[in-house]
C-alpha cells in the first residue's frame, strides 16, 4: 500500500476527493459508481487541485482534445516537489521534459515517431523469446517451493528487466530502478522518495549517455544518440527525457496489469481453467479484457487557459486527472462493467489512453502480459491467494497490487 502522507479523511468524494486515500487505492470502483451518477466530473483542493472525470465520454473527448487539454504543462497528478526547478517545471537536466508523453506537437510528433519502431510487432516478436526464458526461470525459482508473491516475486520482475534489455542497461540494476520508478509514480506524494527516484534515474541515463558516446552499442540509447532530426543530431536533454520516459512508463504500469490480473486468476478459478483451454482467439479477447477490467495508469493533463467543460468552470493552471481506469468500469460504454468476461466481443478501452498519446508500448505490454499469464498457468494451473489480508493495492499514478501471495 502507499505510504501515504497522513491527511484528513475524505468526507465528500464530489467535491474533496484523494487518490492517495487507502479506500480510493483499496477499492476505486464503487466511488468512480457514485460520482459517474452524481457528479461525473468531481474536484478536489488537495495535491494541488484536480478535477477527476469518470465517465468514457468525457475522458475520451478530453483526451483527444490536445488543444485545451495539452500535455506540454506537465502530466503528473500531484504538482513535482520543490526543488526540482521551477515549481512546475522539468529538472534542468530533463529541460524538454520526457517527450513524446510530456511533449504537445510539433516535439510530440517526432520523439513519438522514433519510439514507434522499438516497440513495432516485429521487434516485441524478438523480444518475446527473452520475456518467455525470463518466465521460465522466475518460474523455475519457486515451483518447489508450493507458494510465491505473485506480484513480488514474478510480476514485478519482469517488465524490469524486458526494458533493460531493450534499453541495453545491466539487469543486475533491475530493483535499483523499481525502486526509482516507484519513488516517482507512487510516492509522488512524498516529496523526498520522488526526488530520489528522480535524481537516481538522471544520474545513472547521465552515466549510460557518456558511455555511449564514448563506445556506441546496438541498443536503443545509442540507437537515439545516432538519430538526427531536421538535419541536426538530437539534443542530449531529448535523448535524456526519452530513455526515462521508457523506463518510468515500462515498468510500473506492466507489472501492475500482470499482478492484478494474476490475482484475478488466483480469485477466479472458472477463468483459470478457461484460459488453460483457450486458442488463439480467447487469448487476444481476455488479454484486452484483463486491461480493460484493471487499467492501472491515470495520467494529467494542465490547462494553459480556462475551459468551460460540460459546466465544469476549469481555470488556467488547473490539473486534469486523465481517469482511464474509471472510463473502462462505465456502465454506458461496457455491458456489466465490473465483471470480467474473457470473450467481451465489443471492447473499446482506454487501458492505453487515447488520441495522439495513445501508449506507443501496447504492443510490448500486451506480449507481456499474454507470455507471463501463460508461462505462469500452464506450469502451475491451480493456485489459490494464500490469505487474502495478505493482498496490497499501490495507487496514485499507477495502481496496481503489489503483494499477492499465491499457494499451489
Ligand atoms: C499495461 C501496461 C501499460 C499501460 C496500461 C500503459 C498506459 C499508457 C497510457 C494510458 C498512456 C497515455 C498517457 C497520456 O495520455 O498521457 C501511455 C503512453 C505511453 N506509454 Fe504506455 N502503458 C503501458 C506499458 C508501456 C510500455 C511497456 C512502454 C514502453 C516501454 C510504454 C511506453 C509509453 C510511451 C512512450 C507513451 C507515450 C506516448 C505518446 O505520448 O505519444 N507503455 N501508456
Same mark, same amino acid.
Given at each position: 500500500?502507499?505510504?501515504?502522507?497522513?491527511?484528513?479523511?475524505?468526507?465528500?468524494?464530489?467535491?474533496?476527493?484523494?487518490?492517495?486515500?487507502?479506500?480510493?487505492?483499496?477499492?476505486?470502483?464503487?466511488?468512480?459508481?457514485?460520482?459517474?451518477?452524481?457528479?461525473?466530473?468531481?474536484?478536489?483542493?488537495?495535491?494541488?487541485?484536480?478535477?477527476?472525470?469518470?465517465?468514457?465520454?468525457?475522458?475520451?473527448?478530453?483526451?483527444?482534445?490536445?488543444?485545451?487539454?495539452?500535455?506540454?504543462?506537465?502530466?503528473?497528478?500531484?504538482?513535482?516537489?520543490?526543488?526540482?526547478?521551477?515549481?512546475?517545471?522539468?529538472?534542468?537536466?530533463?529541460?524538454?521534459?520526457?517527450?513524446?508523453?510530456?511533449?504537445?506537437?510539433?516535439?510530440?510528433?517526432?520523439?513519438?515517431?522514433?519510439?514507434?519502431?522499438?516497440?513495432?510487432?516485429?521487434?516485441?516478436?524478438?523480444?518475446?523469446?527473452?520475456?518467455?526464458?525470463? *518466465?521460465?526461470?522466475?518460474?523455475?525459482?519457486?515451483?518447489?517451493?508450493?507458494?510465491?508473491?505473485?506480484?513480488?516475486?514474478?510480476?514485478?520482475?519482469?517488465?524490469?528487466? =524486458?526494458?533493460?534489455?531493450?534499453?541495453?542497461?545491466?539487469?543486475?540494476?533491475?530493483?535499483?530502478?523499481?525502486?526509482?520508478?516507484?519513488?516517482?509514480?507512487?510516492?509522488?506524494?512524498?516529496?523526498?522518495?520522488?526526488?530520489?527516484?528522480?535524481?537516481?534515474?538522471?544520474?545513472?541515463?547521465?552515466?549510460?549517455?557518456?558511455?555511449?558516446?564514448?563506445?556506441?552499442?546496438?541498443?536503443?540509447?545509442?540507437?537515439?544518440?545516432?538519430?538526427?532530426?531536421?538535419?541536426?543530431?538530437?539534443?542530449?536533454? =531529448?535523448?535524456?527525457?526519452?530513455?526515462?520516459?521508457?523506463?518510468?512508463?515500462?515498468?510500473?504500469?506492466?507489472?501492475?496489469?500482470?499482478?492484478?490480473?494474476?490475482?484475478?486468476?488466483?480469485?477466479?478459478?472458472?477463468?483459470?481453467?478457461?484460459?488453460?483451454?483457450?486458442?488463439?482467439?480467447?487469448?487476444?479477447?481476455?488479454?484486452?479484457?484483463?486491461?480493460?477490467?484493471?487499467?492501472?495508469?491515470?495520467?494529467?493533463?494542465?490547462?494553459?487557459?480556462?475551459?468551460?467543460?460540460?459546466?465544469?468552470?476549469?481555470?488556467?493552471?488547473?490539473?486534469?486527472?486523465?481517469?482511464?481506469?474509471?472510463?473502462?468500469?462505465?456502465?454506458?460504454?461496457?455491458?456489466?462493467?465490473?465483471?470480467?468476461?474473457?470473450?467481451?466481443?465489443?471492447?473499446?478501452?482506454?487501458?492505453?489512453?487515447?488520441?495522439?498519446?495513445? *501508449?506507443?508500448?501496447?504492443?510490448?505490454?500486451?506480449?507481456?502480459?499474454? =507470455?507471463?499469464?501463460?508461462?505462469?498457468?500452464?506450469?502451475?494451473?491451480?493456485?489459490?491467494?494464500?490469505?487474502?489480508?495478505?493482498?496490497?493495492?499501490?495507487?496514485?499514478?499507477?495502481?496496481?497490487?503489489?503483494? =499477492?501471495?499465491?499457494?499451489?
Amino acid at each position: 500500500m502507499t505510504d501515504t502522507t497522513p491527511s484528513p479523511p475524505v468526507s465528500d468524494w464530489a467535491t474533496d476527493y484523494d487518490i492517495f486515500d487507502p479506500e480510493y487505492i483499496n477499492n476505486p470502483f464503487p466511488i468512480w459508481d457514485e460520482l459517474r451518477e452524481k457528479c461525473p466530473i468531481a474536484h478536489t483542493d488537495r495535491w494541488g487541485g484536480s478535477w477527476l472525470p469518470t465517465r468514457y465520454e468525457d475522458v475520451t473527448e478530453m483526451a483527444r482534445n490536445i488543444l485545451d487539454f495539452p500535455s506540454g504543462n506537465g502530466i503528473s497528478v500531484v504538482p513535482p516537489p520543490a526543488g526540482v526547478g521551477d515549481p512546475d517545471g522539468p529538472p534542468p537536466l530533463l529541460a524538454n521534459g520526457v517527450p513524446p508523453i510530456s511533449a504537445d506537437p510539433p516535439l510530440h510528433t517526432w520523439t513519438r515517431r522514433l519510439v514507434l519502431p522499438t516497440m513495432s510487432p516485429a521487434r516485441v516478436a524478438e523480444y518475446e523469446i527473452y520475456t518467455r526464458d525470463l *518466465c521460465r526461470t522466475l518460474v523455475d525459482g519457486f515451483i518447489a517451493r508450493g507458494e510465491v508473491d505473485a506480484a513480488a516475486e514474478y510480476a514485478q520482475q519482469i517488465p524490469v528487466r =524486458v526494458i533493460a534489455h531493450i534499453l541495453g542497461v545491466p539487469e543486475s540494476m533491475s530493483s535499483t530502478f523499481t525502486e526509482w520508478v516507484r519513488d516517482v509514480l507512487e510516492f509522488a506524494n512524498d516529496p523526498e522518495r520522488r526526488m530520489r527516484g528522480i535524481t537516481g534515474i538522471l544520474q545513472y541515463l547521465t552515466g549510460a549517455l557518456d558511455e555511449r558516446i564514448a563506445n556506441p552499442t546496438d541498443d536503443f540509447i545509442s540507437e537515439l544518440l545516432q538519430s538526427e532530426h531536421d538535419g541536426q543530431p538530437i539534443e542530449r536533454s =531529448v535523448v535524456m527525457g526519452m530513455c526515462a520516459l521508457l523506463l518510468i512508463a515500462g515498468i510500473d504500469t506492466t507489472w501492475s496489469s500482470i499482478g492484478s490480473s494474476m490475482w484475478h486468476l488466483a480469485t477466479h478459478p472458472d477463468d483459470r481453467r478457461r484460459l488453460l483451454a483457450a486458442d488463439k482467439d480467447l487469448w487476444s479477447t481476455a488479454i484486452e479484457e484483463l486491461l480493460r477490467a484493471y487499467a492501472p495508469v491515470t495520467m494529467a493533463r494542465r490547462l494553459s487557459h480556462d475551459v468551460e467543460f460540460n459546466g465544469c468552470p476549469m481555470k488556467a493552471g488547473d490539473r486534469i486527472l486523465m481517469n482511464f481506469p474509471a472510463a473502462n468500469r462505465d456502465p454506458e460504454q461496457f455491458p456489466d462493467p465490473d465483471k470480467v468476461i474473457l470473450d467481451r466481443e465489443n471492447n473499446r478501452h482506454v487501458a492505453f489512453g487515447a488520441g495522439i498519446h495513445r *501508449c506507443a508500448g501496447s504492443n510490448l505490454a500486451r506480449m507481456e502480459l499474454r =507470455v507471463a499469464i501463460e508461462e505462469f498457468i500452464t506450469r502451475i494451473p491451480d493456485f489459490e491467494l494464500k490469505d487474502p489480508a495478505l493482498v496490497t493495492w499501490a495507487g496514485g499514478q499507477v495502481r496496481g497490487p503489489r503483494n =499477492v501471495p499465491v499457494v499451489f
